[in-house]
Structure formats: structure tokens, C-alpha cells
């Protein structure tokens, strides 16, 4: 490593992020074919931003004119509280339980940009956090973090998959780190526990069939078919990270008091949260990942679980006729 890559990565751990790697600014190959094979397939549903900026999403010279490196950072946001199995609370993705990852992660990524325009004098950065059109989790593999797991989460060798991703493109040169090789070999839980089977084959995801993507980002009603399949959760899915070897074995507890869970988050109660008025529902998720859904989102995921509590039906042995509808 050289001189340079230590001094940025001794800051970046300094500040409190828990992972970093170094990538060169280059435009990605075989990820940005993946990319578009995945969009033509369907599979990003109604999120059409994924498709804009072709270029800038696979080039980071197109976003920063002269960039040379892609420093990748991680921040392990793991709390130990398990989700609840009580049919009265509902269930959010653990990663929603606390503060917004993007004040948290994108507070020290605007304190490290700064650090480097201060260290390298007339250098150009430009920093995202899940923000802007980067393929972070391609970023991350080429930076060494960890690599795309089977789910298409990535995962770290030292703490799992329970991590946020940023990156900070810049015209400072320094060396890259090597790519993180894949490690999954023949494991294939989360394809197997997917409740909707939403990873139609290893690492690649159906986003129409993803319960994080129909209880975050759908608008407008739910199919009948997957909604008996929500088993609880009202914001987001965890199963096929909850289910990973990698998490279960070395997942620790993140060190970052934001992520802590605030109060009826880890388990939300149906019946009170179901009667929450716009008013109260801006105030409670201002500083929360939950807005995302919005009030009439979170109205909806909470009266579809209700009401296959109240009138319970039978699992279809096969989700083929959902998913057809979208092949």
C-alpha cells in the first residue's frame, strides 16, 4: 500500500467507518452489462432512475472529469435485537430501526471529502450515499470490502452483509486495492428462505417479487399474490440476511449510537401504528429510513398484514403464478 492509501485510510477508520478500500476510476465492464441485462429483463419494476445516466452510472469519469480512484467505505449498522415473532408488532428492516443512514454515513463522508481537499490541495471529490448514479456495490467489490453475495447484498468477511456503502470519487491517485473474490461456494440459504422467491438464480433479484421493494418503493396496491407472504413486515425484508452463515458467525454490534433501535421501531405495534395520521407519521419517521414509504405506503403494508391475520390463507406451494406475470 502506498503512502497515500494509508494516510486517506487512516482517516476514513478515524472517522468511524468500519471499511474501506480503494478502487480505480475506470469505467465498469462486465457490471455495467449485468446492469443492463437486469434492466431489460424487467427486474427493476417501477424504478426507472435505474435505467437514467447510463454513463454516469458505469463510467466515475463521466461524474468527475479526471477522476482517478473510487475510495469505498462501509459502516456496520448490526444491532443484536432479534425481530419479533409477536402477531401483534410488525417487523422493519433492521437497517430502518434507528437514524437515517444517509445523515450518519453521508455526515463522516462530507468530514472525510473535506480532510482530502485540506490534505490534497487542488484535487476535485465528489462523494454519494446511495445517492447519486454510482453501482456502489460493484465499487465496493473492485475496492476490496467485500463482494456481491448471492442475495446481490455484499458482504464483508469480517462483519457480513450488515453494512451501509458510500463512496468518494476522486482526482487523487493512489494504489487499488484487489477485488474481493467471491465467497459463497455452494450455499444458496437465502435463495431457499426468499420468501417470495424473489432471487430467481444466484445473484440476481426480482425486484418485483422483493418485499423490500413492494413495502419501500411500490406505490398503489399490492398483488394479491405475494401479500400472504409478508409474514409481518410492513417496512423492508431481512430473511436472506438474517439466514446468511457469513452474518450469523461474524456479525458484531455497531459502535454507531444513531443505529440504536428508537422506541417501538424493533417492534412495531399494528394496531396503534395503523391509526397514525399523516401529522404524526411526518413527525415520528423525520430523522427515519421509514419515510421512504411514505404515510400511504405504511397504511397499506400494515393493513395487508392485519388482514391476513384476520382471515389467514393457506401458502401457495409454488409463487410461479406471481412471478410469470413479470418474466
Known amino acids: 500500500m502506498d503512502g497515500v492509501a494509508a494516510r486517506v485510510k487512516s482517516k476514513a477508520r478515524e472517522l468511524g467507518f468500519t471499511h474501506v478500500g480503494v478502487a480505480r476510476a475506470e469505467p465498469l465492464g462486465a457490471e455495467s452489462a449485468r446492469l443492463a ?3 431489460a429483463q424487467g427486474f427493476h419494476a417501477s424504478m426507472t432512475w435505474m435505467g437514467r445516466n447510463a454513463e454516469r452510472r458505469t463510467d466515475p469519469t ?17 444491532t443484536p435485537q432479534p425481530h419479533s415473532n409477536n402477531p401483534s408488532s410488525g417487523k422493519i428492516s433492521r437497517y430502518a430501526w434507528g437514524e437515517d443512514y ?17 490534505e490534497f490541495p487542488g484535487s476535485s471529490n465528489t462523494a454519494y450515499v446511495d445517492t447519486g448514479p454510482v453501482m456502489e456495490k460493484a465499487w465496493a467489490q473492485r475496492a476490496g470490502i467485500g463482494w456481491i453475495g448471492k442475495h446481490t447484498n455484499v458482504i464483508t ?7 451501509f456503502l458510500g463512496e468518494l470519487i476522486t482526482t487523487v491517485t ?4 484487489l477485488p474481493e473474490t467471491d465467497h459463497c461456494g455452494t450455499c444458496a440459504l437465502c435463495m431457499e428462505a426468499c420468501p417470495t422467491q424473489a432471487i430467481v438464480e444466484p445473484y440476481l433479484l426480482d425486484a418485483n417479487l422483493c418485499l423490500s421493494y413492494l413495502t419501500i418503493e411500490h406505490r398503489g396496491p399490492l398483488d394479491g399474490e405475494v401479500t400472504p407472504h409478508f409474514d409481518g413486515w410492513i417496512f423492508g425484508c431481512d430473511v436472506c440476511q438474517d439466514v446468511c452463515p457469513w452474518n450469523k458467525k461474524f456479525a458484531a454490534e455497531t459502535e454507531e449510537p444513531g443505529f440504536a433501535p428508537q ?3 424493533q417492534e412495531p405495534p399494528l394496531r396503534e401504528w395503523s391509526a397514525m395520521s399523516q401529522a404524526e407519521f411526518s413527525a415520528r419517521f423525520q430523522s427515519s429510513p421509514v419515510k421512504r414509504a411514505k404515510h400511504e405506503g405504511l397504511m397499506r403494508n400494515i393493513a395487508v398484514v392485519l388482514g391476513h391475520q384476520r382471515a389467514p390463507q393457506h401458502r401457495q406451494d409454488s409463487f410461479q403464478g406471481f412471478g410469470a406475470s413479470h418474466e
Open 37 to 39: 441485462q437486469w434492466l
Open 62 to 78: 463521466a461524474i468527475l472529469p479526471g477522476a482517478k480512484s473510487v475510495i469505498c467505505v462501509g459502516l456496520n449498522y448490526f
Open 102 to 118: 444517509h445523515r450518519i454515513v453521508g455526515e463522516k463522508l462530507e468530514a472525510f471529502q473535506e480532510w482530502i481537499g485540506q
Open 157 to 163: 468477511r469480517d462483519q457480513g452483509s450488515w453494512i
Open 174 to 177: 493512489m494504489d487499488p486495492d
Open 263 to 265: 422506541e417501538g421501531h
